[in-house]
């Protein structure tokens, strides 16, 4: 079992609609969680931290299901801008190694 | 540099040769971390440098990987005899000194990658 897992995808949504991904994690221990955005060759980077209380930034919405292990990213009024892969990131609870899920890729269309 | 700056952007090389590529990593970010990833992949961890202490290299696939960094500033990751498998995009990324919680130095910012094709 991978140590972060995401369904790959993909998710092909119209415009306008409401997406969310789950990301599970297998250790108990992980901190810090992190939602990074990756379009087509292109570097990774930062869409949003995850807090325990769950934050949002905008029409994305991150929370963090820590008795559950799991992370969500929802994202709201989908544009076809937010076509990409999301990652999802656990950082190795007693290290500063940071595990990267494989991504769930959302397609937005017209 | 404003952000991580990688070169080359591009490299083609022969199987059997070595290759080097170069990160510098943002102003005054202590750690730097190079990752691989391949075609359709994820991000594969391959070694951490933060500050003084002794780097974690233990994602480093084999002994022909290995990468070094002069104090906080540029890293070079070397890779000998290079083999078509190595064949991937390597990614370079730094963040100030990640501590134990959450916080902006634990966000890490990434370079532009190193394309690697080994014919």
């Known amino acids: 079992r991978k140590e972060v897992e995401q369904d790959p995808g993909p998710f092909n949504v119209p415009e306008g609609a409401t997406v969310a991904f789950n990301c599970t994690y297998s250790?108990?221990?992980?901190?810090?969680f992190f939602w990074y955005r990756q379009d087509c060759r292109k570097e990774p980077k930062l869409l949003m931290s995850v807090y325990s209380s769950g934050n949002e930034d905008g029409r994305f919405t991150a929370q963090l299901n820590r008795a559950s292990q799991y992370i969500s990213l929802l994202i709201r009024d989908s544009k076809l801008s937010d076509s990409a892969t999301y990652l999802c990131v656990v950082r190795r609870g007693g290290t500063y190694k940071y595990i990267f899920g494989t991504g769930t890729r959302l397609k937005v269309l017209a | 540099g404003a952000g991580v700056s990688q070169s080359p952007s591009n490299k083609v090389t022969e199987k059997g040769k070595d290759v080097e590529l170069r990160c510098d990593p943002i102003?005054?970010?202590?750690?730097l971390y190079w990752y691989r990833q391949r075609l359709g992949q994820g991000l594969e961890f391959l070694i951490y440098f933060q500050g003084n202490s002794a780097p974690d290299k233990s994602g480093l696939p084999s002994d022909r990987f290995s990468a070094e960094r002069t104090g906080e500033s540029v890293s070079t990751l070397t890779i000998q005899r290079t083999q078509q498998e190595d064949s991937a995009v390597y990614l370079c990324?730094?963040?100030?000194?990640?501590?134990?919680?959450?916080?902006?130095?634990?966000?890490?910012?990434f370079g532009a990658g190193t394309r690697l094709s080994v014919l």
């Open positions: 990324a730094s963040s100030g000194s990640p501590g134990t919680g959450g916080g902006a130095k634990n966000i890490q910012y």
């Open positions: 102003s005054g970010h202590t750690a």
């Open positions: 250790n108990s221990a992980s901190q810090s």
